[in-house]
Structures are given as structure tokens and as C-alpha cells.
């Protein structure tokens, strides 16, 4: 097998361009302490939503907007994110950044709760796309929501399931760290899912319905 070096890793982070509305987003989300995908994992996400023609996204956990940037701009004119979060002050502030972004107010519907009460409301199989951001430890929950909400042939998405690389060094094993190797592991030997994981960022575990 092929090492992947160090050098390649940074530069396929590099690779990707991110533009400057969505870059001020990200900055203000590490002011404001809601970590911000990286400029390669926001792009893969757009991707993920182009080459799906998401038009309707649910997102667990909104931040200032970054990742929800990239969402809205991989989906169509008429598509609509639903983004949770339970920070008043996250949501203040992207929705500021989607207004900014030229982003008309009927393609984002922000709800502000918890998701594991959010998530139960929506309808099932009816979204093309979830992406799993918030509390790591409650990741299996939303996970079992996000598989009952997106439909055949839809993703679910998760992040930071490298977790600072502690997932990948076997001698690591807090609970948050082996619940999302866990987590990993069951979805990877699920039947029902094609899923892989991207080295992007801190990490985007991909699973697409059967």
C-alpha cells in the first residue's frame, strides 16, 4: 500500500479554493469558538451535494454558517438546508453569512433546539443529504435519526471522524474516540450503506443508502 505522505496531504488540502464569503465565515466561527470545516472539506461537501442534486440538506449543527455556505452552494437554485443548532448566537450569525452570501431566506430554514428533539420531527426519507456535526458522544443517535430521515440513494455525512487523529492510533481510547470508531465500524459493515472515509479535514465519513 501506498503511504500517504504528509506533503500530498497538505497540498490536497491547499488545493481547494475557497472564496472570500466563505472564508470570513469560517474566521468568524473560530472567533466564536463553532470550529468551521476546512476549505477541502467544505469542498467536498459542496461536491457531495452537486453530483446528489441535494435540494433538501438537514444539518446538525449550524456554527456561523461555513459548512452551510458550502452546502448551499453544491445545491440547486430551489434547494433548502435545514440547519439545528442550540446556540442562538451561532444561528444569529449565519444567518447574517447566508444573507451576506446572496442566499434568499426561503433556502434555509434554521430551528434552533437540540437536535435529538429536532431530528424526530421531520419527516422520514425525506431529504437528499444529512450532515452530522454536533456532539460527538451523541453521534449513534443522530446517526439513527439521519438513516430513518434521507431516502434511498441519499448521504449522510459525518465529520470529524478522525477526531484529531486519535481515531486512527489504536492506543487512544477515551469514550469519544472509541464511540466514533465504533460508529466507523458499524457503519462500514452495514449491508444497507456504501460508505467510505475522507481524509479531508478532520475527517468526513460518507455513507450512501442502498
Known sequence: MTSFKPASWAYAEDFAYEPAHIEAARQQGEHLGATPVSPAAGAAL?????????????????????????????????GVLTTIDVSLEHQRAARA??????????????????????????ADRAYDLVLVDGEKDEYPA?????????????????????WHDRVADPAVRDETTMTLRALAKTLREDDDLMTTLLPVG????VCVRR
Open 97 to 122: 453569512v447566508y444573507q451576506r452570501a446572496g442566499h434568499a431566506p426561503q433556502r434555509t430554514r434554521i430551528i434552533s433546539g437540540s437536535a435529538l428533539t429536532v431530528l424526530p420531527r421531520l
Open 202 to 205: 478532520d475527517g468526513l465519513l
Open 46 to 78: 459542496r461536491m457531495l451535494a452537486a453530483t446528489t442534486g441535494a435540494r433538501t440538506v438537514v444539518e446538525v449543527g449550524t456554527g456561523a454558517g461555513c459548512s452551510g455556505l458550502w452546502l448551499l452552494e453544491g445545491m440547486p437554485s430551489d
Open 142 to 162: 443522530y446517526v439513527e435519526q439521519a438513516m430513518r430521515l434521507v431516502r434511498p440513494g441519499g448521504v449522510v455525512v459525518l465529520d470529524n471522524m478522525l
